[in-house]
């Protein structure tokens, strides 16, 4: 027999499998390779004249808009910089709306007419590409007919070299627009609400007093993974082709002992950590904390925040690096939101915060934030944001293998409310009175034994079920899938942000100049905020049946299922709110519905047909074998006169049908003709596929508890997480 051929051989080939060494040379320091391959601003003060580094500099620390004659001079330094790494080509890199990251390679070398070639890279090629745009989605945004798309230099994030075993390339980072500028891409969005938010903030800061410099805002993402080994992965058509195991029966050990999170790193994952950050060190990626996270095989990696656009490039980049660097350890690193049922998913906590070079961190609450009236100006700001647009928040982390964390008890819920912590909630307490007069301290913590010194503690505990938490010098947004761009999320943070810092800047001033004092201005208004915006402060735990109707109480959404959440991205409230920035206009904003729509639908119709085509070839060839066994078996037992017991043979032979029934069911339900709307298609698949497909999962799971164990051929929950 020959079913299990696969399963077992995958084994076998684990067990064999040596891991290649770490390719750190005993010589190097991570401060030496760090940025090595990145063009940055060290790199170009040594090789651009005076006068173009400084215009460079400008556009790049403050904004000012890139001066077009320099272009030429940045690109022909940039050229024989990459060419001196082995670069041979050069690609603008740019992030469509799949969330994965294109890239179109062209030579340096240009024919010269005489049957020669010249390295070339003028101006105009490092700011502006043109690369078709038709096998991209746009959301109607634009007809095949029109497939022209152009990408533009992000000049703020830094170009770098990317190796290759074939080859180097010089990688151009850029944002994607239509012919008609209307945003293909995750990185224009961004860069324009980064705009709207630093001018509103600056207004504030004005009013304070002070300077405000560029403001900007910072992301810190911590990423979540899994990873497995490469001769399971391939013997798993369901990882391969949706990122996700759609069948396979919980293991009898699971998560329970909570004893993998920050326990010792295995060996193997540790080599292939050593690599990777020393790739990304290369990138000038700041690779920070590594750990295991919660559940077994699962891992995390947190780079120290940076400005909100680079952040979301080099995630991007951090995440291509991982896939590759896994590959040549023999492993598979998962970035799906849920992997595996019953076991803990994956997500990306989008830590956010404000600032300048002249102000610092605007989240920064000093000792006592009761008397920081600037920081409790721009936290009242965000507790306004989260109130007001807490749906849009949620429809910025939509997707189909999101939904599947999201309000499961392990991550936050669909719910956006917000967590101050002890202290702040305090100080907002006493606001909502009338005006805060003090602060909780720190408190200390006696570990009791003599020779170690008390500890300080944080005046705010921490919160894991709240999906918007104050950390102390920062929000951090706990809803982001681990697959997605946090491009999207931070677009939302930004613009919703803006409103806030708009809304409060006009008050104040009106209020200045009709002579209010300022202080007492500023009072009013946190007043008001709190008052009108508190109910989405929640400071108790988030995964409790009693939030639920709390929160209904409050008014606050809960939005289950992408099916419910991306109508808020084209409500009349979230329209007005994005096109009064320039963040996005009405046609964009309807584009990332429909293709918000297109993706959900796609992504469950690729697993339903997997589903169908898994079960049906590898769970019902198992179970009709072994049911052949039984009943050879029991027919032998028979004829030598033994007395025979049919309950075997008749526990397979019920869930067998039991399976078929719900094939039956899935096959109809793929059958059916939804429409041709993205939204019928996008609907029929929440709510007619994934129920089809989930009846078929416990069919063919509970086979899998009673066929024998040598007839199944799909790597078990047990030797994909255990075995690494
Ligand atoms: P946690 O305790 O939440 O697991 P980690 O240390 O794993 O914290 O990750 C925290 C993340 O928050 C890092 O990416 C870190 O750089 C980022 N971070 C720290 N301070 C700020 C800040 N002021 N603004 C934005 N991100 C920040
Ligand atoms: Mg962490």
Request: with cysteine; glycine share 8%; charged share 20%.
């Given at each position: ?25 005993a ?46 001079a ?14 041979t080509?050069?690609?603008h890199?740019?992030?469509?709306l ?18 020669t ?41 830094p ?16 944002i994607f ?16 609400s ?8 600056a ?12 403001v ?37 050990k ?31 990626i ?12 699962q ?39 849920k ?38 100006v ?15 928040l ?18 936050p ?66 809803a982001?899938?681990?697959?997605q ?8 943070i ?14 104040l ?9 300022f202080?007492t ?18 400071n ?11 929160a ?26 994005f ?13 990332r ?38 009943a ?37 339900a ?55």
């Open positions: 027999m020959s079913g299990n051929r696969v399963r077992l051989d995958a084994i076998k080939d684990v067990e064999a499998y040596v891991p290649p060494a770490v390719s750190y040379a010589t190097e320091t991570p401060g030496e390779i760090f940025g090595a391959n990145v063009f940055s601003t060290s790199v170009m003060q040594k090789r651009l004249p005076k006068s173009v580094y400084k215009s460079v500099l400008a556009t790049i620390e403050r904004s000012a808009p890139l001066d077009p004659l320099v272009a030429d940045v690109a022909s330094a940039m050229k024989d910089w990459a060419m001196e790494k082995g670069a080509h050069y690609a890199v740019f992030y469509p799949t969330h994965l990251t294109a890239e179109k390679h062209d030579s340096f070398l240009e024919p010269v007419g005489d049957g070639a010249l390295a070339e890279f003028a101006g105009k090629t490092l700011t502006q590409g043109e690369p078709d745009a038709s096998s991209f989605p746009s959301g109607g945004l634009r007809n095949t007919f029109e497939a022209r798309g152009y990408t533009g230099w992000d000049v703020t994030s170009a770098y070299v990317l190796e290759n075993p074939n080859g180097n390339t010089l990688c151009i980072p850029t627009v239509s012919m008609t500028g209307e945003a293909l891409d995750h990185k224009t969005p961004l860069l324009r980064q705009q709207a938010m630093a001018t509103h903030a207004r504030i800061i004005k009013l304070f007093g002070h300077d405000p410099g560029t900007v805002s910072y992301c810190g993402a911590e990423q979540e993974y899994f990873l497995i080994d490469r001769h399971f992965f391939l013997a798993r058509p369901d990882l391969i082709n949706a990122g996700r195991t759609l069948l396979g029966a919980r293991p009898p699971g998560q329970e002992f909570d004893d993998h999170y920050f326990g010792a790193i295995p060996d193997r994952v540790l080599g292939f950590m050593m690599d990777t950050e020393r790739e990304l060190f290369k990138l000038g700041p690779a920070k904390t590594r750990h295991n996270e919660v559940a077994p095989g891992f995390e990696i947190a780079p120290m925040f940076e400005r909100a656009n680079v952040a979301a490039d080099h995630q991007q980049l951090l995440m291509t690096t991982f896939k590759t660097v896994a590959k040549k350890h023999g492993m598979e690193c998962l970035f799906h939101e992997p595996f049922a019953g076991v803990n998913g994956s997500g990306k906590h989008v830590n956010f915060s404000m600032g300048s070079s002249t102000v610092g961190n605007l989240l920064l609450p000093g000792d006592t934030p009761h008397d920081n009236a600037q920081f409790l721009f936290c009242s700001a965000v507790i306004r944001a989260v109130h007001k647009y807490g749906g849009l949620r429809a910025s982390v939509a997707s189909a293998s999101n939904d599947h964390r999201l309000g499961a008890n392990e991550a819920p669909a719910i956006i409310s917000i967590f101050l912590g002890d202290q702040l909630a305090d100080v907002f307490d006493q606001i909502a009175k009338g005006a805060a007069t003090s602060s909780k301290g720190k408190g200390t913590l006696i570990p009791g034994v003599d020779t170690l010194p008390s500890l300080p503690t944080d005046p705010g505990d921490r919160n894991r079920t709240s999906p918007f938490a104050f950390t102390g010098n920062r929000f951090e947004f706990r982001p899938g681990s697959m761009s946090v491009a999207g999320p931070m677009t939302t930004n613009t919703i942000m803006t409103e806030a810092l708009d809304y409060i800047a006009s008050y001033e009106a209020a200045v100049a009709e002579g209010t004092e202080n201005a500023v009072q009013l208004i946190l007043t008001e905020m709190i008052t009108n915006h508190g109910a989405a402060v929640f108790g735990n988030g995964y409790s049946e009693d939030w639920q109707i709390e209904a109480a409050r008014g606050l959404p809960n939005l289950k299922t992408t099916l419910d959440a991306l109508p808020e991205l084209v409500s009349e409230a979230s329209m007005e709110l096109e009064k920035y320039h963040v996005f206009n009405h046609r964009e904003m309807h584009s519905y429909e293709i918000g729509l297109e993706q959900y639908a796609l992504s469950i119709g690729v697993e339903a047909r997997l589903t169908l085509e898994l079960a049906s070839t590898s769970v019902v060839p198992a179970a009709v074998r072994y049911q052949t066994e039984l050879q078996n029991l027919a032998a037992l028979k004829k030598v006169g033994f007395e025979t017991d049919l309950t075997d043979l008749e526990v397979v032979s019920a869930k067998l049908t039991a399976l078929r029934v719900a094939l039956r069911a899935l096959d109809a793929l059958a059916t003709d939804p429409g041709h709307t993205a939204a019928a298609e996008a609907t029929h698949a929440g709510t007619a596929l994934l129920p089809a497909m989930e009846a078929v999962r416990t069919a063919a799971d509970a086979l899998e508890a009673v066929v024998a164990d040598d007839l199944w051929s799909l790597p078990t929950y047990q030797e994909m997480l255990y075995i690494l």
